[in-house]
């Protein structure tokens, strides 16, 4: 089927930068949104940020400026630049896309694994 497999998180810290990739494998026909959302212990996930196809963006109050969503098409890939981190940002991250299997497929939302990222004031 699809797959999303996250790389690039870990321990950084406060006003360091990290980047974060997430490849999308399988049967792929077309993909829509992809995205980045976090979850922080005793929190819901929330939105990082969003790209759509033809790089229409969209980021979370709590990280414009600081980080920036970009994905290339023809690896099937979206990456999070992140700057200038906060020790608020300490977070699982998850990479989200929609994604269509064959051409009269409805979209389906997909999720990866997580990663983690902890930043040390």
């Known amino acids: 089927q699809v797959q999303l497999v996250e790389s690039g998180g870990g321990l950084v810290q406060a006003g360091g930068s990290l980047t974060l990739s997430c490849a999308a494998s399988g049967s792929i026909f077309s993909i829509n949104t992809m995205g980045w959302y976090r979850q922080a212990p005793g929190n819901e996930r929330a939105l990082v940020a969003t790209?759509?196809?033809?790089?229409?963006?969209n980021y979370a109050d709590s990280v414009k400026g600081r980080f920036t969503i970009s994905r290339d098409n023809a690896k099937n890939t979206v990456y999070l630049q992140m700057n200038s981190l906060k020790p608020e940002d300490t977070a699982v991250y998850y990479c989200?896309?929609?994604?269509?299997?064959?051409?009269?497929?409805?979209?389906?939302?997909?999720w990866g694994q997580g990663t983690q990222v902890t930043v040390s004031s």
């Open positions: 790209i759509i196809r033809g790089d229409f963006t």
């Open positions: 989200n896309a929609n994604i269509r299997t064959w051409a009269g497929a409805m979209l389906a939302t997909y």
